[in-house]
Each structure stands twice: as C-alpha cells, then as structure tokens.
C-alpha cells in the first residue's frame, strides 16, 4: 500500500438474528484513498459499514481507525475520532431547513468550528449557501444528497464513508456528486464508498473490493477488476 493505513478492518462477522450478513471481512483503506465497496443487493455493503461504524456490534474481528481499537465503540466517540457516514437514503431532516440540517451534523461543537464548517460546505456546495432557508424536505434529489455529505462533513471527518449516493439519481447529478467525491478526497479527506454501479464507482476508485455473500471475494484497481470476465459477470452486474 503506497501510503499509511487509516482504517484496516480484519476477520469482521455480524449477524441480524439467525442471518448471517458477515463474515470475515478484511479491508484496508489507506489515506487519501478513494476505495469501494463493490457487489450486488444484499451482498453486506452497507452492513459493512455500519459495522465499522458501531451501528452493529461485530461478532467477531476487529476494526482500527488511525492506529486506535474502534471496535464496538460508540457511533457519536466514532465520529469524534474523525470518522463520519453519509448513510443509504440520505436521512436529511425534511423539516429542517438546509443550515438547521448542517448543524445537526457539527452537534457536539463549539460556534465557531460550526460557521467555519458551514462555510466550507456552502464552498463546495455553492447550491447549497443559495437554499440556506430552504426546508430539507423541498430539495431535489440531488441537492439532498449534497446536503447530506455536507452535514457529515460538519464534524472535520478525516475519513467519510459513503452508502450509495448515487441511489434514486438522475445520471447527470450522480456525475456531479461523483465530481464532488474526487474533490473532496482531493483536499484531503478519505473516502470509503460503497456502489452498486460498479463502472461508476471504479472511475473515481483507487481500489475496489468486491463483497458476496457477506464475505470479500476479489479486490484490486478497478482495472484488474474489469478485467476479469469472471468477476465482472458473477458480481458486477457491468454492462
Ligand atoms: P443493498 O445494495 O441492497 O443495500 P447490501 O450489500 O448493502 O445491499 P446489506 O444491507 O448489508 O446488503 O445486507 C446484507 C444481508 O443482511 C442481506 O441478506 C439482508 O437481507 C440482511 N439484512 C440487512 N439488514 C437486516 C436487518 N435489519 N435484519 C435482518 N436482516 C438484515
């Protein structure tokens, strides 16, 4: 791996009841990496995640975040560490308005580390200074997606996970957010993002794993993992 290590996930399982959603998962993301998280519906994608986040409890493995044991830590110590999510669906407050909603995101900060953050979002997200006073819930599609990055962007992630941003867009605004991804990494932030569109998410990826069935069962540049009929046709689902 060309740079240190941010996150290294070794042997992780979860289950939901009797299901069994992971098993021993090993996944390596370096900083300044965009790595993704590739494979079909119900493959243990966004279980992944939510394992590295401490949104479930891992049955086994282990999770460490710059150097630091994460395992079974709480969510908000999680995101303190600089470790934040843009989970699947967006879940922005649709009754609050698009500040309001960024934050909810910068919620145990002071005043000031809250307005330089907002800054920078409406930086990045220039639509999003334009539609301040604007209710969550009247945005299009894709500026809830931007608002949903932002509002986890408040809290100075060094590494973002991203669940499927793409999901429910038009082409043109998933190019966009792809675009927004690149700069965001770009200046400095790490990005773990998982993708159902394969093709998509390997353009912006430095690497990519592919999970079925709960467990990795390739990874490699996105490259490699076109390169191969096998992978693209049996997980894929590339055209
Ligand atoms: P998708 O792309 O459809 O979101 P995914 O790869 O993110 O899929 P997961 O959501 O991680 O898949 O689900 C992995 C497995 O765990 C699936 O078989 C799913 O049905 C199951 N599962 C997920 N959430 C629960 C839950 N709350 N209770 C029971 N089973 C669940």
Not at 62 to 80: H, L, N, P, Y
Not at 124 to 145: D, I, M, N, W, Y
Not at 173 to 184: A, C, H, N, P, Q
């Amino acid at each position: 791996m060309p740079r240190d290590p941010i996150l290294v996930v070794r042997g992780l399982s979860a289950t939901y009841g009797p299901i069994r959603a992971l098993s021993d998962v090993d996944l390596d993301v370096a900083e300044g990496e965009i790595v993704a998280i590739l494979g079909s519906n119900g493959a243990g994608k966004t279980t992944t995640l939510l394992a590295i986040t401490g949104l479930i409890r891992p049955t086994a493995g282990q999770v460490t975040f710059r150097g630091r044991d994460i395992t079974g830590t709480a969510t908000e110590t999680i995101v303190r560490l600089g470790l934040a999510m843009t989970p699947e669906g967006r879940h922005i407050f649709e009754g609050l308005t698009v500040v309001e909603n960024l934050r909810m995101g910068a919620a145990f900060r002071g005043r000031a580390a809250f307005e330089r953050m907002r800054d920078e979002v409406f930086a990045l997200f220039p639509v999003l200074a334009e539609r301040r006073a604007q209710l969550g819930g009247t945005l299009s599609g894709g500026e809830q997606q931007m608002l949903a990055i932002g509002r986890s962007m408040m809290s100075e992630p060094a590494m973002l996970l991203l669940d499927e941003p793409s999901l429910g867009l038009a082409p043109q605004i998933v190019e966009v957010i792809f675009d927004l991804i690149v700069r965001l990494r770009d200046r400095g932030t790490t990005i773990l993002l998982v993708e159902q569109n394969a093709r998509l998410a390997l353009d912006i990826a430095d690497r990519g794993f592919v999970i079925a069935s709960g467990r990795v069962v390739a990874t490699g540049t996105g490259r490699d993992l076109l390169a191969s009929d096998e992978i693209v046709q049996a997980y894929l689902g590339v055209e």
